[in-house]
C-alpha cells in the first residue's frame, strides 16, 4: 500500500522555536510520506537577528513570494498540505499559482485573511478564538471556506498538545480505512466472483 503525501510547512519560525512539530510527525509519519519544510529555508530568510518583527518584515517584503516560487520548483506531484500560521499563506499562494494539491490544512494562517481568491482544493482552517488577526466571518463567507474557530486558543495554538492530537486525528481520518468500508469492499469482491 503506498502512503499519501503530506508536505508540511512550518511557521515563520521554522524548528527554531520549540519542537512541537515533531510531535506532528511523530502521530502521521506511520500512515503519510511527509515532506517538511522549513519556510525561512524556502524563503531565503537568513537573519542574525531574529525578532519577530524582524522576521515577519523579511516574509512580508518578498520573503513569501520566494517560497511560492521555491515550493513551486520542488512540489510537482500532489499532496496533501498541512500548513501552520505563514506557512498556510505560502501554500495558499502557491496552489494558486498552479501548486498540485489534494487538500490543505492550514492552522492559524491569519494573513490568509488578505486573500481575495479562493484555492481550488478541499479546505480547512483552524483558527484560536483569542487570535486577533483570524479572518472574520464576512472574509470566509465571501471566499466560500468554513472557518473552525476552537475557544479559548491564541495565535501559536498548534504547539499545544490537544491541538497537535486535534489536527492530526483530522488528517488521519482522511487516510485510515474505516473497518466497515474495507467489509463492504470485500462483499462487493465475493459477489462480482459469484456473478463472473
Excluded: C
Excluded at 498540505?81 to 495558499?92: D, P, R
Excluded at 502557491?94 to 492559524?108: E, Q, T
Amino acid at each position: 500500500m503506498n502512503s499519501e503525501r503530506l508536505v508540511v510547512l512550518s511557521d515563520m519560525w521554522g524548528p527554531k522555536k520549540g519542537m512541537w512539530i515533531t510531535s506532528y510527525l511523530a502521530y502521521l509519519q506511520q500512515y503519510y510520506d511527509i515532506e517538511y519544510y522549513d519556510i525561512q529555508q524556502l524563503a531565503n530568510v537568513n537573519l542574525l537577528k531574529q525578532t519577530e518583527k524582524n522576521i515577519h518584515s523579511a516574509f512580508v517584503e518578498g520573503g513569501i513570494d520566494t517560497a511560492v516560487s521555491h515550493l513551486l520548483k520542488k512540489e510537482t506531484k500532489p499532496a496533501h498540505y498541512l500548513a501552520f500560521s505563514m506557512g498556510g499563506s505560502i501554500a495558499w499562494k502557491a496552489n494558486l499559482k498552479g501548486l498540485p494539491m489534494k487538500s490543505l490544512y492550514a492552522v492559524s494562517a491569519t494573513r490568509i485573511r488578505k486573500e481575495v481568491e479562493r484555492v481550488d482544493v478541499d479546505v480547512k482552517m483552524l483558527f484560536g478564538s483569542k487570535d486577533l488577526y483570524r479572518p472574520s466571518a464576512k472574509w470566509s463567507e465571501t471566499i466560500g471556506v468554513d472557518l473552525e474557530v476552537v475557544d479559548n486558543y491564541g495565535h501559536e495554538m498548534y504547539s499545544d498538545s490537544e491541538i497537535i492530537k486535534k489536527v492530526s486525528l483530522d488528517l488521519l481520518k482522511k487516510v485510515m480505512v474505516k473497518p466497515e468500508q474495507v467489509k463492504k469492499e470485500a462483499k462487493v469482491k465475493v459477489l462480482a466472483k459469484k456473478i463472473s
